[in-house]
């Protein structure tokens, strides 16, 4: 037994013992199957070793762990744990069956077994020392697709968010180089793998891939990938190791603050390098203690500051490319004179000291090179009276500023943002009813963060870094082109999303139930509203919510919210580019 899984068992059997039976989590629970089963049912079975009451094999099947459970109990347990415990034991006494091959819309059979692959994969690098067991698991969320020679897999720039591991044939990764042409940057033979940047760093393939002979490819959802990660020890610090490494070449690589210095250059920094992930207000360095190390920021965004803590004075922010830390090291100097820290999940390369003395004495001629592209990153950071709001852009940063409110309340990390500039907006509100009209609820509404003279509505940004995506049913995703989408028919209104939205952008709505007939439906017509069928639903307890958010009007070829107003006061926009930052 692992130590996640002996770890998670004493939890539930502590929490077992103190569970006062009311009921109260099922009652909370969005699925229609909680109905079927008890508190005392779901107590009784952790102690089964295996489970056969039909009534619970469906409902621990078909929990999605949206912990919508967890703040209903009155004894303060995590009731979440306990489904989970009960659900992996579903999983392991799952019979044997035989795999099927995904072909374009139709399946094959794959002539390998749940149990033979997942013992098969304990082989690769990637999944060694990894249990069969929480391998069998990945695989029952998982698919195995067929992909016939020169047949596209994902494109450069899309989002994919999936693991893709080569089992069979080979295939090709490709970038647009001059003119257009595709250029061949490397080949993935069996037990090769892509996607990684997608599942951790939140960020589009940077390559085409494409089958080069006939292929099939194992494809991992990314929650799949992160429960094996949280489960297996071994895989998450493969997985990790292989990110960090990947990460790091391919952004030192790319132009930027150290893409001027010679290979042999970055290949010695390299070996002392470190990909840090950072939440919010993670500290990197604090002001005042001596430098050790100097960092590049590889995504995210970074608030520097001075002064005491009383006093604390925003010099700058930082995001992808900006480089810091690296001038008191050269200079010697004995205290680093700010503090750093991230806004949000952000991502920073710390480079050690060691490995720039071992640099510097490798290759004195690059201190030169050094020294100037360090001085160019603090120099603004250093003047007292000036700030920089986002990748050299100029600009005071008293409180309330443009550029800093659009990185502190997360408007820079969003992607096609809905604007209002306030100095035209008459307040019509038919930006608001073109959404009703379009999508049956409304998507937004005229509150939100004012900067300036603009206003940034409840709408959904479809941020860099997704909170709400994490749904076991696929009920809200990404798709390739970015945009953050409800599945209305994956949706069981559980709220998850709507909870991790740290913008309140996502809202739950309930479902009216329609009324049948040629004389209902004429009455309806002229007498009831949408909207007052959505009122009388809400009051029903019983009533089936969905989850509602802007989908950017992916089904139409227009913004409805756009296109409807008069005076042309809304508008989307990059926040960065929009505002004078490069992204």
């Given at each position: 037994m692992s130590e996640y899984h002996t770890k998670l068992s004493a939890d539930v059997m502590d929490q077992g013992m103190a569970c006062i039976g009311c009921n109260d989590c099922l009652l909370a629970c969005p699925l229609p199957e909680a109905r079927q089963i008890t508190i005392g049912e779901l107590n009784a079975a952790i102690y089964q070793k295996v489970?056969?009451?039909?009534?619970?094999?469906?409902?621990?099947?078909?929990?999605?762990?949206?912990?919508?459970?967890?703040?209903?109990?009155?004894?303060?347990?995590?009731?979440?744990?306990?489904?989970?415990?009960?659900?992996?034991?579903?999983?392991?006494?799952?019979?044997?069956?035989?795999?099927?091959?995904?072909?374009?819309?139709?399946?094959?059979?794959?002539?390998?077994?749940?149990?033979?692959?997942?013992?098969?994969?304990?082989?690769?690098?990637?999944?060694?020392?990894?249990?069969?067991?929480?391998?069998?698991?990945?695989?029952?969320?998982?698919?195995?697709?067929?992909?016939?020679?020169?047949?596209?897999?994902?494109?450069?720039?899309?989002?994919?968010?999936?693991?893709?591991?080569?089992?069979?044939?080979?295939?090709?990764?490709?970038?647009?180089?001059?003119?257009?042409?595709?250029?061949?940057?490397?080949?993935?033979?069996?037990?090769?793998?892509?996607?990684?940047?997608?599942?951790?760093?939140?960020?589009?393939?940077?390559?085409?891939?494409?089958?080069?002979?006939?292929?099939?490819?194992?494809?991992?959802?990314?929650?799949?990938?992160?429960?094996?990660?949280?489960?297996?020890?071994?895989?998450?610090?493969?997985?990790?190791?292989?990110?960090?490494?990947?990460?790091?070449?391919?952004?030192?690589?790319?132009?930027?603050?150290?893409?001027?210095?010679?290979?042999?250059?970055?290949?010695?920094?390299?070996?002392?390098?470190?990909?840090?992930?950072?939440?919010?207000?993670?500290?990197?360095?604090?002001?005042?203690?001596?430098?050790?190390?100097?960092?590049?920021?590889?995504?995210?965004?970074?608030?520097?500051?001075?002064?005491a803590p009383e006093q604390r004075r925003t010099l700058v922010y930082l995001r992808t490319g900006d480089l810091f830390g690296l001038l008191p090291l050269l200079r010697s100097e004995p205290q680093v004179p700010y503090t750093v820290s991230a806004l949000g999940r952000s991502e920073v390369i710390r480079f050690s000291w060691q490995a720039l003395m071992t640099v510097l004495a490798r290759t004195p001629h690059v201190r030169a090179a050094l020294t100037q592209a360090a001085i160019a990153a603090e120099e603004l950071i250093r003047a007292p009276e000036v700030g920089r709001g986002v990748h050299g852009e100029r600009t005071s940063l008293p409180s309330g500023s443009s550029v800093g409110a659009l990185v502190e309340h997360g408007i820079a990390g969003g992607r096609e943002v809905l604007v209002v500039d306030q100095n035209k907006c008459t307040g019509c509100e038919n930006c608001i009813k073109s959404c009703e009209r379009r999508h049956g609820y409304s998507r937004l509404q005229l509150r939100g963060q004012q900067v300036d003279n603009y206003l940034f509505p409840t709408a959904c940004r479809h941020c860099?870094?997704?909170?709400?995506?994490?749904?076991?049913?696929?009920?809200?995703?990404?798709?390739?082109?970015?945009?953050?989408?409800?599945?209305?028919?994956?949706?069981?209104?559980?709220?998850?999303?709507?909870?991790?939205?740290?913008?309140g952008n996502i809202s739950m709505h309930p479902i009216a139930k329609k009324k049948q007939g040629f004389w209902f439906n004429l009455l309806d017509l002229l007498s009831t509203s949408p909207r007052r069928e959505q009122s009388l639903a809400a009051l029903d307890p019983a009533s089936r919510q969905i989850a509602v958010k802007c989908d950017l009007c992916s089904a139409y070829s227009d913004y409805a919210c756009v296109s409807a107003c008069p005076v042309g006061a809304a508008f989307r926009v990059d926040p960065v580019a929009a505002f004078g930052a490069s992204t």
């Open positions: 489970i056969v009451e039909p009534n619970l094999i469906r409902f621990v099947t078909a929990c999605t762990q949206c912990q919508q459970c967890v703040p209903a109990c009155p004894a303060d347990l995590s009731r979440a744990k306990m489904v989970l415990f009960n659900k992996l034991k579903v999983e392991d006494a799952a019979e044997d069956y035989e795999l099927v091959l995904q072909a374009h819309n139709v399946t094959i059979p794959s002539a390998w077994t749940l149990n033979g692959l997942s013992q098969n994969l304990t082989g690769l690098e990637l999944f060694s020392g990894t249990d069969a067991r929480d391998l069998r698991r990945m695989l029952m969320k998982s698919t195995l697709r067929f992909l016939v020679p020169g047949e596209e897999l994902c494109r450069e720039g899309t989002f994919l968010e999936r693991l893709c591991v080569v089992l069979t044939g080979a295939l090709e990764q490709s970038t647009t180089g001059p003119a257009q042409a595709r250029l061949t940057i490397l080949t993935l033979a069996p037990g090769g793998f892509f996607g990684e940047s997608g599942i951790l760093g939140q960020a589009p393939e940077p390559l085409t891939t494409h089958a080069k002979d006939t292929s099939i490819v194992l494809e991992i959802p990314k929650l799949a990938v992160l429960e094996l990660m949280e489960r297996s020890g071994p895989f998450r610090d493969t997985f990790d190791s292989i990110y960090a490494r990947h990460a790091l070449y391919s952004h030192l690589q790319s132009p930027g603050a150290l893409g001027a210095l010679p290979e042999s250059a970055l290949e010695a920094l390299l070996e002392g390098a470190s990909l840090d992930t950072l939440g919010t207000d993670d500290v990197v360095v604090t002001q005042g203690q001596a430098p050790t190390a100097f960092y590049l920021v590889r995504s995210g965004f970074l608030r520097v500051t001075s002064g860099e870094d997704p909170k709400c995506l994490l749904c076991s049913v696929n009920g809200i995703v990404r798709v390739p082109s970015g945009e953050i989408k409800i599945v209305d028919e994956n949706c069981i209104g559980c709220g998850a999303c709507a909870q991790r939205c740290p913008y």
